[in-house]
């Protein structure tokens, strides 16, 4: 499929929290106009979502998750899918895992480089697949 550009994280932000509603618009305008091409885009929007989320609007887990999952479920949008799919129950259920470890766990696993190696304990014990060094 064409693609129509790529999105940034202020550009989703807007789109699902509609609080600058003149950016929603705009964004929704976007979307409307792009003939059915798709928005590129990168993971680390998804990561700077969920941290903005948690931080700054004081989302939960759960809600992040539910967020984010119906975000890259959009037929408008090429994101990585799969990745997410299973990155964000992991983060939903591990609440002391950040949505960054959620991440690499998952990436590891979809790319069979598994054990993800790590220094941190928290995540060597909760994550499947992460084995503490040393």
């Known amino acids: 499929m064409l693609t129509a550009g790529s999105l940034d994280t202020n550009t989703l932000l807007r789109l699902v929290l509609n609080d600058v509603p003149e950016q929603n618009e705009a964004v929704l305008e976007l979307i409307r106009n792009a003939s059915g091409k798709q928005f590129t885009v990168a993971d680390t929007v998804f990561i ?27 037929i408008e ?7 997410f799919a299973r990155a964000l129950p992991l983060f939903a ?42």
Request: charged share 25%; glycine share 4%; proline share 3%.
């Open 93 to 134: 259920e591990h609440r002391k895992l950040s949505f960054e470890d959620c991440y690499l766990v998952t990436y590891a696993e979809l790319n069979v480089a598994t054990p993800l190696w790590t220094f941190d304990r928290k995540l060597a014990a909760q994550a499947p697949n992460s084995q503490l060094i040393g």
């Open 77 to 83: 949008l090429k994101c990585n899918r799969e990745l």
């Open 48 to 74: 700077e979502m969920a941290f903005a989320l948690g931080r700054y609007y004081r989302f939960s887990r759960d809600q992040i998750a539910l967020v984010l999952g119906a975000v890259a479920e959009r």
